[in-house]
């Protein structure tokens, strides 16, 4: 019986893995940090934390695994720098924090085209948490790089949600090699999250839209 770790538990991705986590027989104990307690139940502990002082909350990162699901956009952060702190200095602060204390596996959400040398800021900073990541002394490191999510966010996305009804009408076109760029649920993604972290496997693993799209439909 293990006990997970979860940055990102009200968000759209985050949300559904927190409630199989919570069911799941896998783990005894959920510890989820946050800004605000949405959620209640009995293998739940919630730390209420300002992400901008790790100092404070470092000694809590303290379990077997932990998922990594918070994220924005340049757009609903408002700035470059301001979206910057949500996908890279906040993971990346929990993440060490993680390492200094045992944590065994990291899994992260990351974006298909994720590379620290792109020219696209979003890609760019997607790709430099991985990068980080990739020489942390975590046993397993999992990065997970999906398409665009479908799903109801609390916010409204437009452009997403306009992106989101093109690739449902196209996707009987998205085969062979365009496979990865179909878009996928975000409850599919929560459960290849808790498939994956299961297996536990060692070393540091890159799975594609299309890689977890099958890992998601597994029971």
Known sequence: ????????????????????????????????????????????????????????????????DFFCTIGTTIKQAGSKEAFRKVDFVFPKNFAQCAVDNGVSQFLIISALGADSKASNYYMKTKGEIEDFLKVTTFKSVAIMQPSLLLGNRKEFRFAEKIGGAVMKLFSFAFVGSLAKYKAIESTTLAHALYIIALKNTPGFTVYQSDQIQEIGKTE
């Open 1 to 64: 019986m293990k006990t997970a770790l979860i940055i990102g538990s009200t968000g759209l991705t985050g949300s559904h893995l927190l409630h199989q986590l919570l069911e799941s027989n896998q783990y005894e104990k959920v510890i989820s940090f946050s800004r605000e307690v949405e959620v209640m139940h009995p293998k739940l502990v919630n730390h209420i934390v300002d992400f901008d002082k790790p100092e404070e909350y470092c000694d809590l990162v303290k379990g077997d």
